[in-house]
DNA sequence: TTGCATCCATACGCACGAGTATGGGTTGCG
DNA sequence: CGCAACCCATACTCGTGCGTATGGATGCAA
């Protein structure tokens, strides 16, 4: 029924301004959204932009909150209905290396922690993660406070990592190296 | 009126204005990379900046370069001078984690990595690193393979932490706690 | 068909920051 | 002393991108 795609254009919703922004954002990063681009991308003018937002911030704060709760349905809920608590990090760890398109935006927002509406999400987000973490490391046999250290160093392994291969491009990877090294941070990281 | 303040210099040099640029961006990111503001901050006016730089892009070049140099010598060198090579990645754990001055550049650098000049030079910079942290792993009894991926796996936990401990300010950690956490880093990541 | 809300186009104003033109002031040196 | 080379100030132009004003087009209900 929804049928839009680039050359049907029927007439537009704040949702779709705001897809259109997170599109933007995870291919060029938060500083090259701009509303006559997102317009002209969505074969519209700026005249349309302004009656669904009242300004270019208010799309920008819609998106995050959009992608935010986006996020709350992600992989963290299939992993938990694991029944075995010792296979969930391990799991946990393949699968987040293989869902490329997902990291997308987090990586953008990561070179966005300067904005002011930026910093509250990831925050929300990489709290609510490394929390999960922390539990499943528990539940892993760990005892409280190493397991939270530990959370917390998977966590910024994986940032780390989105940033230098993501975003940077290095090193370059074939698909051997990068599965092993996958297989070498569950072995060092996971007791 | 003295107008001037601040400094005693009454003349400027191009590398006074590639430090000025590095301490702001270091403070407020590549994306506040302004001449007149710089300019302002240094008691001059634009007139001033484009006498010693052709453009914007020319003195962010510049700076990037200036870091970059300056960077060599760091603490890598002193590391390698330590006699026993067990102990230098432990040491270097502890002196990274206790410079924090030093990672305001690389932290603010990380968040530009869009920028076309940024990248190339923290490729460089990254690659150094890693390739060093590499060649201690395997110095400290580690195969090859294993080393690398090591390697790559601390570096990234180095980069993520700076992004949520640095940037994002997540989460607030005491000095015990953090101190805690690096001790744990090193339990878990040298063998 | 009429009337109203919704959605969009066109044309503008305006702020901001990069880059230019040009002249004045300062310093070093013969 | 005097003259360059050097350093900086002032006053512009110009492109870009946000936001506004206003009217036209489209869909839906009565």
Redesign the pocket.
């Given at each position: 029924m929804n049928v839009r795609q680039k050359p049907e254009?029927?007439?537009?919703?704040?949702e779709?301004?705001e897809d259109a922004a997170l599109n933007l954002i995870a291919e060029q990063g938060v500083g090259a959204?701009?509303?006559?681009?997102l317009?002209r991308q969505?074969?519209?003018?700026?005249?349309?932009?302004?009656?669904?937002?009242?300004?270019?911030?208010?799309?920008l704060q819609a998106a995050l909150e959009r992608w935010e709760q986006y996020g709350e349905r992600e992989i963290i809920n299939q992993i938990e209905a694991l029944p075995d608590p010792r296979e969930r990090l391990p799991e946990l760890f393949r699968r987040v290396a293989h869902e490329v398109q997902p990291h997308r935006v987090y990586a953008a927002l990561l070179k966005a922690l300067d904005h002011p509406l930026v910093v509250p999400v990831m925050a929300r987000v990489s709290k609510r993660r490394t929390e999960f973490l922390h539990v499943a490391y528990t539940e892993a046999g760990m005892e409280p406070t190493e397991a939270l250290n530990r959370a917390r160093l998977t966590y910024a392994a994986y940032v780390g990592f989105l940033q230098l291969n993501f975003t940077l491009g290095l090193p370059r990877l074939t698909h051997e190296e990068f599965d092993a090294y996958v297989e070498h941070m569950i072995a060092t990281l996971i007791p």
């Open positions: 254009r029927t007439r537009l919703s704040a779709d301004w959204l701009a509303v006559e681009a317009a969505l074969g519209v003018t700026k005249g349309s932009f302004y009656w669904h937002f009242r300004t270019r911030e208010a799309l």
